[in-house]
Nanobody, 124 residues
Framework: QVQLVESGGGLVQAGGSLRLSCAAS????????MGWFRQAPGKEREFVAA????????RYANSVKARFTISRDNAKNTLYLQMDSLKPEDTAVYYC?????????????????WGQGTQVTVSS
């Protein structure tokens, strides 16, 4: 089992940047494929970005491609999401998640463990 704790959320103006972190504890972080998801009020949880176990493969939602970058530091047991050129529609609670596999997965139901989330608010 792995425990996940997100941090780095906050209030930012449109066009600004934030860097989210997800600290993992418990079983070996490098054993898990990882992902970021988000959920806005009244909407379903949606895929944002995913990264394979070793970090070589990444996948992004079309809405964030070229603006967000997912990365991981297996030595520090930490997952990151660098968010640039933020838009008001990026406002949501952001969650990191882990699955017991190698590849970068995009569906929430494929993930086994979830953090509590961190709020990101982008003002216009």
């Amino acid at each position: 089992q792995v425990q996940l704790v997100e941090s780095g959320g906050g209030l930012v103006q449109a066009g600004g940047s934030l860097r989210l972190s997800c600290a993992a504890s418990g079983r070996t972080f490098s054993s898990y494929g990882m992902g970021w998801f988000r959920q806005a009020p009244g909407k379903e949880r949606e895929f944002v970005a995913a990264i394979s176990r070793g970090g070589a493969v990444t996948r992004y939602a079309n809405s964030v491609k070229a603006r967000f970058t997912i990365s991981r530091d297996n030595a520090k047991n930490t997952l990151y999401l660098q968010m640039d050129s933020l838009k008001p529609e990026d406002t949501a609670v952001y969650y990191c998640a882990a699955h017991k596999g190698i590849v970068a997965l995009t569906t929430p139901t494929q993930y086994d463990y979830w953090g509590q989330g961190t709020q990101v608010t982008v003002s216009s």
